[in-house]
Structure formats: C-alpha cells, structure tokens
C-alpha cells in the first residue's frame, strides 16, 4: 500500500474508533495514527518513513528485511506494550492503533505479512487482496478518505474544538 492510502485509511478507522467509543480524536492522536500508519515500513529504504530515516531504515532492512520483524505481531505488541504501559498519551493510543492498521491493510495486500515472525516466516493475507499501486488501492484510497470525513461530520469529534485538545 502506497504512504498515502496507509495514513487515510488510518485516519479513518482512527476516527471510527474515535466515532464509537470514548477515545478522542485530537490533533495529537491524529499524527499518531498517521506516523504510526506508516511506522512499519521503516524496513524499507525507499519507502515514504525511510528515505526520511537517516540510515535507519537499511540497516532495519539488513537485519529482518522488507515486511519481515516490523510488520509482525510481536512487533506490534512490543511497541504497544513498551509506549502504553511506559508514556500513555492521545498521541502513543494513536501511534500504537495506527501501526496496527498498517499492518492490518497489508495483511490485506497480495504480498501478506509474516504475523508470526520469528516463529514462523509464512506470510499470512486475506482472501480478497488488493495489489499496491492498483486501481483497486486508488478506489481503497478515496473509499476510506469519504469514510474519514463521514466518521469527522458524525461523532468522531464531539464537541467544537476537541480537535485541539491534546
């Protein structure tokens, strides 16, 4: 999945997460679900997040590979367990959601995602599959893009204003 649609589609089931349960949806978890949205292709140089890495991203690459570590569960519930349980903020709720819906719309994806790295390498996907910079990601794209404004206009901010509350 291309940058863009990983931080829509963030965003929007930020905001329906936001639209049905007691979270909020302010600026700060907004750029949590989207730098989370994109954290996990810090394995992948010439991905969006890691030509912006400083190195960090190949030597991520050399040492797991592209959708390898970071786009595991483990990976995931270490980041979640070690930014929740240390600094829980609107900000790390959102980093820690998006990251998940990262991996979630590439679970979706052609390729699929090694879940269960490192106990086992087999990459696991979903029975419908979109393939990256298809027609069908461009439709994902601006499906979930009308999901965020819908989800933004009917309850996902409560209150004028909230969108500022950090």
Not at 20 to 36: D, E, K
Not at 70 to 77: D, P, Q
Request: hydrophobic share 45%; aromatic share 16%.
């Amino acid at each position: 999945m291309r940058y863009h649609t990983h931080i829509v589609s963030s965003l929007a089931i930020g905001a329906g997460v936001a639209t049905y349960t007691p979270v909020s949806f302010t600026i700060a978890y907004a750029a949590g679900l989207a730098i989370g949205g994109l954290l996990p292709d810090i394995d992948e140089p010439n991905s969006y997040i890691g030509r912006r890495s400083l190195g960090v991203a190949k030597q991520v690459k050399r040492a797991f590979g592209h959708r390898g570590f970071t786009h595991s569960l483990l990976a995931w519930g270490a980041i979640t367990a070690v930014l929740l349980l240390q600094h829980f903020s609107s900000f790390t709720l959102g980093l820690c959601l998006g990251y998940a819906f990262h991996v979630l719309a590439d679970y979706c994806s052609s390729q699929g995602v090694p879940l269960l790295w490192p106990f086992s390498k087999k990459r696991y996907r979903f029975i419908v599959t979109y393939r990256t910079s298809s027609f069908f990601e461009t439709v994902l794209f601006y499906c979930f893009l009308a999901l965020f404004i819908y989800f933004l206009t009917n309850g996902a901010i409560e209150e004028q204003g909230s969108l500022f509350l950090f």
